[in-house]
């Protein structure tokens, strides 16, 4: 069956280090990946977009990565603040321009 | 100020009741879409549409139904079909179905009386 996964439901991380969340699929070939932002009570904001024929994408802090092979991505954000504390949606866009979201991860940044 | 706007922020229906979300754009996005996200659950598509006076059925189609008589708009009623219709809606829009990122509004808390 077709799944999307999103590492445990919620993950805390001391300010400062990276905080890295994982993104697993099985039966989908997705052309590429999209990561999001939530905060509670809002709509997701899109952070990054990741290609299948591309290894790893940056903007500021944050870096993705996408292996095909183990159908994988990997979201990190790197010097971490109380700030970036929200849930991170994945979000598959499959060759039928179908998009299949994650459950998200909650992510809390301790001060 | 270009944007997605969802209204009401909190809408409550009582039994057997029809209820109306709205939706409008005006960052001129052809594909608008509605999505429902329950507690624990990702999100899940409602209905969509590419362009004006067309729509498609999503994922959990049953007991909404939608209208896309302009770009800028696009309403999504709930019908008292739709036996648990407790969530939190989500439109977005994008330019142009699967070529890139979702811009979502802020969300329709729905509750039952």
């Known amino acids: 069956s077709q799944k999307i996964e999103q590492n445990s439901e919620a993950l805390n991380i001391q300010e400062g280090k990276t905080a890295t969340l994982t993104c697993n699929y099985t039966n989908y070939s997705p052309a590429y990946l999209q990561w999001y932002r939530q905060d509670p009570g809002r709509g997701p904001v899109f952070l990054l977009l990741?290609?299948?024929?591309?290894k790893e994408k940056r903007k500021e802090r944050l870096k993705v990565t996408f292996d095909t092979t183990l159908k994988q991505s990997l979201f990190h954000i790197t010097a971490s603040q109380p700030a970036d504390s929200a849930t991170y949606l994945c979000?598959?866009?499959?060759?039928?321009?179908?998009?299949?979201f994650g459950k998200g991860t909650r992510l809390h940044i301790l001060p | 100020d270009g944007g997605i706007t969802q209204s009401p922020k909190y809408l409550f229906r009582k039994e057997g009741q029809n209820v109306t979300l709205s939706c409008e754009q005006n960052l001129n996005h052809d594909a608008m879409y509605w999505y429902r996200q329950d507690p624990g659950q990702g999100l899940r598509l409602i209905y969509y549409s590419q362009i004006v006076n067309d729509f498609q059925k999503g994922d959990i189609a049953e007991g909404y139904s939608v209208s896309r008589e302009k770009k800028e708009s696009f309403p999504l009623t709930v019908t008292s079909a739709q036996k648990n219709p407790t969530a939190f809606y989500l439109c977005?829009?994008?330019?142009?179905?699967?070529?890139?990122?979702?811009?979502f509004g802020s969300g329709t808390q729905l509750s039952v009386l």
């Open positions: 977005a829009s994008s330019p142009d179905r699967g070529i890139g990122k979702l811009f």
């Open positions: 979000a598959l866009v499959n060759r039928d321009d179908k998009i299949i």
């Open positions: 990741i290609r299948e024929n591309e």
